[in-house]
Structures are given as C-alpha cells and as structure tokens.
C-alpha cells in the first residue's frame, strides 16, 4: 500500500509540474537523465597489519546501479525521482542481499551557486519486493559530490561519496548501513 502511495505521489508530482506552465514555459526547467554505479567497501576482517597473505583493508562489499530523472527547481536547486537494484556481494556480513529502492532525492549545489561543482544529495524512499529474492523496507541516502565541468553539452559526469541506509525487518540486524564511492553519468 504504501509503494502505491509514493507512486501515486510521484506521479502526482510531475502532473503538477506540467499544470504550472506560464508563457509556454514548464516550472520546472532542463530535466536531466542519470544513471550510476556505485561500489561499497567494507572492512576485511581477515586483514593484519604485517600479512604476506594477499588481504587488502578494504574489500568490494556491494554493487549499487541507480536511474532516474531530475528536474531544476531553481539554478541551484534539482528535485528527482529514482530506481536502484543494490547486491550486497559479501555474504560474511549479510548473507545474500538484494534490495530494490525507490526513492525521491535532492541535489544541492553549494555554495549555493551552480557553478560550483561541489553538491550535496539526499534521498528517501521504499525498498520494493520485486521477486521472492528482493528485500522490503525503507531507504535513505545521503551524499556529497563533484561534478565535471561540462565535456560536452549533453553530458556530465560526477563523482560521489555516498551514505546508504536501510531498515530490513526480514534480516537479523533489521538495518544495513554503507558507505559507497562512485560516479553518475548525467545526460542533460
């Protein structure tokens, strides 16, 4: 029910966008497409300090794909709208995790100004059970990031440190916290 629910108000959402147009002029402006990939490191337990054994600090903990659409509110100011699928590759922690977000972001430019290169984002939604193997919850993220300079007119890219949550009352912990690094690709 509650799925349907953020559906209902994301779609909501863009009819009111589309009902606000003046002089033939949209509320909102320039929407962007963006897609990205996302890798979560997690600490190696096996790890020691003078090891010859091949075992790095850090081990890839999880894959994070996510898509969606943003629109500017104001210059410096983007509201958006995503979908993810996350595997959690690192069964020691977790055991096999496979969560579907959805979710509705914010991106701000700082200082304020969107020149400036520097963002920070956020987001919260719903984790969809899709198939039997997907997890159900709740999702919150929190990032900051670098974007490129435009190398093309079309296309931008950034690079973002990211912090995932997420409320799984199906596994023994209920909840999953990580820390991602990884890059979007922005079509504008």
């Known amino acids: 029910m509650k799925t349907k629910v953020l559906i209902l108000v994301a779609l909501f959402s863009i009819s009111f966008a589309y009902s606000q147009e003046e002089n033939s002029i949209p509320f909102y402006k320039n929407p962007h497409y963006f897609v990205s990939a996302c890798g979560t490191l997690v600490f190696n337990p096996n790890w020691t300090l003078n090891s010859d ?3 790095y600090f850090f081990n ?3 894959i994070l794909i996510r ?3 943003e629109v500017a509110y104001t210059d410096d100011i983007l509201l958006g709208v995503g979908f993810g699928i996350d595997t959690q590759i690192n069964e020691e922690y977790y055991g096999k995790l496979i969560t579907a977000p959805l979710y509705l972001q914010t991106r701000i430019y700082l200082p304020m100004n969107k020149e400036s290169p520097f963002f920070v984002k ?3 939604g719903k984790l969809l059970k899709l198939w039997k193997v997907f997890q159900k919850g709740t999702y919150y993220n929190f990032g900051i990031g670098f974007e490129s300079f ?3 007119d079309n296309y931008t890219y950034s690079v973002i440190l990211e912090f995932h949550h997420k409320k799984i009352p199906t596994i023994v912990s ?3 916290s990580s820390i991602s690094v990884g890059i979007v690709f922005r079509v504008l």
């Open 150 to 152: 435009d190398f093309s």
């Open 53 to 55: 054994d091949d075992e």
């Open 60 to 62: 890839l903990g999880g």
């Open 67 to 69: 898509n969606g659409f």
């Open 122 to 124: 956020a987001g919260i």
């Open 174 to 176: 209920g909840q999953v």
